[in-house]
């Protein structure tokens, strides 16, 4: 999402020219929010399923979720409508004036706003927040509710049925936004990492890519493939090809990729993955999420009175800039702000003397 917000989508490149190619391989950047609801449905779904027969299994997933979200969260809010109320927002509306605006970013619904009004609007980022807190209401239902041998088909047909939802609600051509960011519109990547984490609790599958790692490198060749398809087409968020079958298509690359890093052999890509610059910005990842394009938005506003685009070099040293600035601030928030929050929650145990974790 960096590269998309702070490169991609802030360079005004001539179509036909060099650079125009030379930034063909990012025509996806934006699907960054892809990985990530893949990675929370392999993370969440882990989580479920170790700990479903904890009495208190409600109880602690959902403190030890608020600990880690809302903090943060609030705190950006309050963030952007300063900014908002100073003219600095990426879509001026001023939501301190807007209580029925400011409620739908309280209670995680501002995301049915952004598909009624076709548009993502202020605070925009938040969309994908929205679709993960409704994502955790839901998926616990389903995890605790189903006997195991029954979650693996369910999963599968709510993942199937994703893309027809989203070709119908796209089919006027003028609801982009909410074919973007509804939860039924995007539970594919969600729920195909749920299925990441069962299948990596599963004792034939490790074995299986264990002894066969090719099987793995398979996949993500072939997933790949759908990749190289889109770009040709240039897919883009929210667009009718993107809609219909391409959000699908990431998610499959994604969770390959998480499966092939999971449990595929050792190479320099895991080596890669592993290096230190890498592991800490994963995990400061949510506040750099929540404060990039605030900060971006921020020092163009306050330097050059214009929202954010790289014309000349001084804009490039601008954009520079509010990188710099949204990782020293999302560093700061972990260690200081997040952090010790983040240990309060996890104070709270699982009921583990009724958790019994099965491997078939």
């Not at 999963?155 to 609600?169: E, H, K, N």
């Amino acid at each position: 999402m960096l590269v998309w917000h702070f490169v991609v989508g802030q360079l005004a490149i001539p179509p036909g020219t060099f650079w125009a190619y030379f930034i063909v391989p990012l025509r996806l950047a934006w699907s960054g929010v892809d990985l990530f609801f893949v990675l929370s449905g392999f993370l969440i779904g882990g989580i479920l399923l170790d700990n479903r027969e904890a009495k208190n299994l409600f109880k602690v997933f959902y403190i030890r979720r608020a600990c880690r979200i809302f903090p943060l969260y609030f705190a950006s809010i309050a963030l952007y409508a300063i900014l908002s109320s100073v003219g600095a927002d990426p879509a001026p509306r001023n939501v301190v004036n807007d209580s029925t605006l400011l409620v739908t970013f309280l209670t995680y619904t501002q995301n049915f706003v952004m598909a009624y009004r076709n548009e993502m609007g202020w605070m925009g980022v938040t969309w994908s927040l929205a679709v993960e807190e409704q994502f955790y209401l839901f998926l616990p239902l389903l995890v605790i509710g189903l006997p195991r041998r029954y979650l693996a088909w369910v999963l599968a047909v709510l993942i199937l049925a994703t893309p027809i939802i989203r070709t119908l609600i796209i089919g006027d051509q003028t609801s982009f936004a909410a074919s973007a960011v509804l939860l039924p519109c995007r539970w594919d990547a969600l729920f195909l990492g749920v299925v990441g984490a069962m299948l990596s609790r599963s004792k034939r599958f490790r074995e299986a890519t264990r002894s066969k790692p090719w099987l793995l490198f398979a996949a993500l060749g072939l997933s790949s493939l759908g990749i190289l398809w889109l770009i040709f087409k240039r897919a883009t968020i929210g667009d009718a090809v993107t809609a219909h079958y391409g959000y699908t298509l990431i998610a499959l690359f994604y969770l390959c990729v998480v499966m092939l890093l999971m449990h595929g052999p050792e190479n320099s890509f895991k080596s890669l993955c592993r290096t230190r610059p890498l592991a800490w910005l994963g995990t400061v990842s949510y506040g750099v999420y929540l404060l990039h394009e605030g900060s971006s938005h921020l020092l163009h506003h306050l330097i050059r009175g214009q929202t954010p685009a790289m014309k000349n070099a001084g804009d490039v040293v601008i954009t520079l800039s509010s990188v710099v600035l949204t990782l020293l601030v999302a560093g700061a928030s972990y260690r200081w702000f997040e952090s010790p929050l983040i240990r309060r929650g996890h104070s709270v145990k699982y009921d583990r003397a009724r958790v019994a974790v099965t491997n078939p």
